[in-house]
């Protein structure tokens, strides 16, 4: 009982050491602009049928599109597939051949599209691979005695290639261009309860993955990230500052900012704005609110405060720099 006490206690010191270890962090969320800068100009589309897409890439990538909204607004208008087949039929165009450049800028045209999305499906490819894979079993009740014997294993590896380019109608010049890949490798044995999955089957659930990276690449986006705050005094606080600067921690971790904004103006005053641990923990709260020009300015006052180097305060005004710019192009790329 004695060990086991001593051992609890170790495990509790230790567990809290850890935790003041570590510092407390902020989840941000920022708007990114588009990869693909030019989509934002051609927002009107049509996705034809790709050549060879006997798993339905061009589909999964024209219901990827439709799903697509900022700020609760489409950002894609998609011609109707109904319509331009109706139109395909009537010119009597081959929708296999839409895939050339200037046959996408007339079949745009006709259809009012600004562009075309179109693309090849190489056929999904599955390499099968043999072996011998060792197993123990145990031959009494307390697996004393031991029998050692091999099974056969199949290694299936299935790949797929996926070329997708957009042509903007307008300008009759290719946007994007670029190939799609994906690859994995399934084993299974013959002592094994699950079965190997059809190359057909992984290349469905790759197609999905190709049409979600490939949206990705044409759209505004946010992405998450956390930002550590600082929670150590720089200069010699009293107990009541300290204070101050323990509960607007607090108040941060329950993401209620306005009281914890209270107390950090308030430390700032009381510390006659000598200190930058409180501009840097605001500077936080405003990044984390996406008002990212006041939290510029209470990270820039930090880093006039502060003589020898802050990791984090240094970091901070080089991403909020960065984030501005994102914001700026991407708020551009949603009015257009």
Same mark, same amino acid.
């Given at each position: 009982?004695?060990?086991?006490?001593?051992?609890?206690?170790?495990?509790?010191?230790?567990?809290?050491?850890?935790?003041?270890?570590?510092?407390?962090?902020?989840? +941000?969320?920022?708007?990114?602009?588009?990869?693909?800068?030019?989509?934002?100009?051609?927002?009107? +589309?049509?996705?034809?049928?790709?050549?060879? @897409?006997?798993?339905?890439?061009?589909?999964?990538?024209?219901?990827?599109?439709?799903?697509?909204?900022?700020?609760?607004?489409?950002?894609?208008?998609?011609?109707?597939?109904?319509?331009?087949?109706?139109?395909?039929?009537?010119?009597?165009?081959?929708?296999?051949?839409?895939?050339?450049?200037?046959? $996408? +800028?007339?079949?745009?045209?006709?259809?009012?599209?600004?562009? /075309?999305?179109?693309? %090849?499906?190489?056929?999904?490819?599955?390499? %099968?691979?043999?072996?011998?894979? *060792? *197993?123990?079993?145990?031959?009494? #009740?307390?697996?004393?005695?031991? $029998?050692?014997?091999?099974?056969?294993? =199949?290694?299936? /590896?299935?790949?797929?290639?996926? @070329?997708?380019? =957009?042509? %903007?109608?307008?300008?009759?010049?290719?946007?994007?261009?670029?190939?799609?890949?994906?690859?994995?490798?399934?084993?299974?044995?013959?002592? &094994?309860?699950?079965?190997?999955?059809?190359?057909?089957?992984?290349?469905?659930?790759?197609?999905?993955?190709?049409? &979600?990276?490939?949206?990705?690449?044409?759209?505004?986006?946010? *992405?998450?990230?956390?930002?550590?705050?600082? &929670?150590?005094?720089?200069?010699?606080? $009293?107990?009541? #500052?300290?204070?101050?600067?323990?509960?607007?921690?607090?108040?941060?971790?329950?993401?209620?900012?306005?009281?914890?904004?209270?107390?950090?103006?308030?430390? =700032?005053?009381?510390? @006659?704005?000598?200190?930058?641990?409180?501009?840097?923990?605001?500077?936080?709260?405003?990044?984390?609110?996406?008002?990212?020009?006041?939290?510029?300015?209470?990270? #820039?006052?930090?880093?006039?405060?502060?003589?020898?180097?802050? @990791?984090?305060? %240094?970091?901070?005004?080089?991403?909020? &720099?960065?984030? /501005?710019? #994102?914001?700026?192009?991407?708020?551009?790329?949603?009015? *257009?």
């Amino acid at each position: 009982m004695h060990y086991l006490l001593v051992e609890k206690l170790f495990l509790l010191f230790f567990s809290l050491v850890l935790m003041q270890g570590c510092s407390q962090k902020v989840t +941000v969320q920022a708007l990114v602009p588009a990869e693909v800068e030019r989509v934002s100009h051609t927002k009107k +589309v049509a996705v034809v049928n790709f050549k060879n @897409d006997s798993i339905g890439v061009s589909r999964k990538i024209e219901t990827t599109l439709a799903k697509v909204k900022i700020n609760n607004k489409n950002y894609f208008t998609l011609i109707s597939r109904r319509d331009f087949n109706k139109i395909i039929q009537e010119q009597k165009l081959q929708s296999s051949a839409l895939s050339s450049k200037n046959s $996408s +800028v007339k079949f745009g045209e006709i259809v009012s599209a600004e562009a /075309i999305i179109s693309g %090849d499906v190489h056929y999904p490819r599955a390499e %099968d691979s043999y072996y011998y894979a *060792r *197993r123990v079993r145990c031959l009494d #009740e307390k697996c004393q005695k031991l $029998s050692r014997y091999t099974v056969r294993c =199949i290694k299936r /590896i299935v790949s797929l290639n996926v @070329d997708i380019r =957009i042509v %903007d109608v307008t300008k009759g010049d290719i946007i994007f261009a670029d190939t799609f890949s994906r690859e994995r490798a399934y084993r299974h044995c013959s002592d &094994d309860t699950n079965a190997l999955p059809s190359s057909r089957m992984v290349a469905q659930h790759f197609a999905k993955s190709i049409a &979600d990276e490939f949206v990705y690449k044409l759209t505004p986006h946010y *992405r998450t990230f956390e930002v550590e705050l600082l &929670d150590e005094p720089d200069l010699d606080y $009293s107990d009541k #500052e300290e204070d101050l600067l323990k509960y607007a921690l607090v108040y941060i971790e329950k993401k209620r900012y306005n009281k914890a904004e209270e107390l950090l103006i308030r430390l =700032i005053d009381m510390t @006659d704005s000598k200190s930058y641990v409180p501009f840097y923990d605001l500077g936080v709260i405003y990044e984390a609110r996406g008002k990212y020009k006041q939290a510029k300015e209470y990270y #820039e006052y930090a880093q006039n405060l502060m003589l020898a180097p802050v @990791d984090e305060i %240094d970091e901070a005004v080089e991403r909020i &720099d960065r984030l /501005i710019r #994102e914001e700026q192009k991407s708020m551009e790329q949603l009015n *257009r």
